[in-house]
Structure formats: C-alpha cells, structure tokens
C-alpha cells in the first residue's frame, strides 16, 4: 500500500498524474488552490481504482500555505511538486507582491513542506521526491524572468537535496516540460500556437499523460539508481 502526494493536483499535468498512480494501485493526498469542481471531478474518475483519494485545500501564493497540508498527511511514499503558475511580463514592469507569491509557489512552500514530510520517509528508509519544473528553469525565458527563476531555484533544490538524502534510500528527480496541451497554455492564440509548434523540432506539443508516464518511471524500482537528474521532456526544443 503506497501513499503520493500530489501538489497541484488540479492542473493538467497534475490530473494525469493522479490517474496514472491510481491506475497502479497508489492512495493519494491531492492538493489544490482554488480550483475544487476540478478536484472533484478528478475524485470521480479516480474512485473505479478503489485506492484512498484525499483532497487537501491550501494557499501556497502565501508563505504559509505548506503548514496545512502536511498537517494532513499521514503515511507517504512519494513527493511529486506539480503546483505552479505563470507570470508574463518584463521585469521592470514586475511588482514585488508578484515575484513574492510566485516564488511562494514554486519554490518556499515546496521546499517547506518537504522539510516537514521527510520524517514520514526517513522511517520507512526509501520513498522518491519528484519536480515537474520547466524548460525555462533550464535555458530561461524572456518575458518570464521570475517564472524562469523560480523554475531554475527548483532544479538546484533537487540537485542539492538528492546529494543529501541519497543514503537514507530517499530518491529526488525533476522533470521539466516544454510545452504541454494544458490549460496554462490557453492565453496563447492559435498562431502563436502554431509557431511554437513549429518551433519544436517534433512538431507537437507534449501531452500530460507523456509527463505522468515519466513520473511513474521515476517512482518505480525501473530508475532505481537514478537520482539528482532532470528528464527534459520538450520535443527536443531544448537540448
């Protein structure tokens, strides 16, 4: 019997996430912000898998939003960090309270709320952490100075911790997608689309259900000597 907890679980990587581990016999914790029909909606898909599906509510563009989900959590064998948001903009036009709740989200809650759930897979001597952190946290992005920051601050946390936690059996990965049909993509207009399609050497945008896939190979014993590494699943946009 295996526990996940899945931040932001709402979204459509997230989603795909859930089903996925449901598929493969996995309870899970399902965190959300703001967005509870799609949460449960997701419950309800999730129910025919006969697993334990708990929704877990909290903030985290505060710095506090972590504290009531760990709250909450009880027996774990997996992290997966799928929360996040965007922000466009140029960065002299930036305000500080929007640098502020975007770093909240992407790097002060998670890495928080890990600290406080280590514990609970210290005990069992084994368990896995997983990111889904961005293209843009590896080459960065124009318009999107914060986000590319908050998206690189996360791939040096999961270098950093993997080097700490590697003999306590404790495994921590990243992935980080280029663009994926989500509904973070729906600003974009069909030409913009299409010219980022174009622009990706496969010539499509990736699919969630190709993310959770990878989540699920770095969960199981098949990536068991894997760890500090980040799986760039973009379409070969970025190499």
Known sequence: MKYALITGASGGIGQAIALNL???????????????????????????F??????IQ?????????????SEVFSLDAIIHCGGNSQYGLLIDLLQSEA????????????????????????????????????WGQTGAACEVVYST????????????SKELALNGIRVNAIAPGAIATPMMEG????????????????RLGQPE?????????LSDESSYMTGQVLALNGGWYT
Do not use: C
Request: hydrophobic share 40%.
């Open 58 to 70: 909290a903030d985290f563009g505060g710095p506090n939003g972590y504290k009531k989900v760990y």
């Open 210 to 218: 190709e993310i959770a896939r990878s989540v699920a190979f770095l």
């Open 100 to 135: 502020e709740a975007l770093m909240n989200v992407h790097v002060l809650n998670p890495l928080m709320l890990t600290k406080e759930l280590l514990p609970k897979l210290l005990v069992k001597g084994k368990g896995n952490i997983v990111v889904i952190t961005s293209i």
């Open 50 to 55: 006969g697993g334990e599906y708990i929704p």
């Open 22 to 48: 449901a598929e493969k016999g996995y309870h899970l914790y399902l965190h959300y912000n703001k967005n509870e029909q799609s949460i449960r909606d997701l419950i309800e898909k999730l129910l025919p």
């Open 150 to 161: 908050a998206k690189g601050a996360q791939i040096a946390f999961v270098k950093a911790l």
């Open 188 to 203: 974009f207009s069909q030409e913009e689309m299409d010219q980022i399609s174009y622009e990706i050497p496969m010539g």
